[in-house]
């Protein structure tokens, strides 16, 4: 005789006046463990991000002395801000459903493991000359290598992949907020850019004209 499979026995719920046989599902388990495994790829990403910007604070203390115009700054924030309740009010961050491939999730962690360290890559790199999004130095240096070789804005560029990545690996809702910072970024740089083009009028068009903004080779 060939042994016989062993079939889960039947659970009993009663529904209305008797009793109802319900077998459990053979997929139930592998359900769970996805359900579990995403739960943990989405706090490696919630600590992932709280350890960088809690980084981020704390480097800001060794930066140069510099001022930033607010009335710029105030400007594009409001705009960010608007388009951000005019897209709560359309419902686009409703009914994000959590991934649970986890081809995308690897996928995800792997772009957001580099955009980080492109970005921390260059924050270490340009030093005491870091600042703010569209601040101005007191005694400004142009840092033209690194990974400001490869782009001219690494640490926006990094900061973008990043949230990329974890739209990827969680949900793709996350894609709008990092449109909403990608508009940010893109106007901060413009603004800089402006001004560093006034601060080295020999030597940044030269270099803006070498290097791409955010993507190297593409824009």
Known sequence: MTPSKSVAPPRVTFRGRGPTLTFPSPFAKHGWENVSRMHAVELVFAIGWA???????????SMKRGRV????ELRIRAVVFVLAILLLRLGVFRGGALNSDPWRAGLG?????LGLGFAIWARLHIGRNWGTPMSQK???????????HLVRHPIYAGILLA???????????SLVVMSLAGVYFVYSATVEERYLTKQFPDTYPMYKRSTK???PLIC
């Open 69 to 72: 115009p607010w009335s710029r």
């Open 51 to 61: 350890a960088f910007w809690i980084y981020w604070l704390v480097a800001a203390f």
């Open 138 to 148: 007191n005694e400004p240096e142009l840092v033209t290598s690194g990974p400001y």
């Open 109 to 113: 962690l792997f772009l957001f493991a």
């Open 213 to 215: 903004m955010l993507l």
């Open 163 to 173: 949230g990329v990545g974890t739209a990827v690996a969680l949900s793709w809702i």
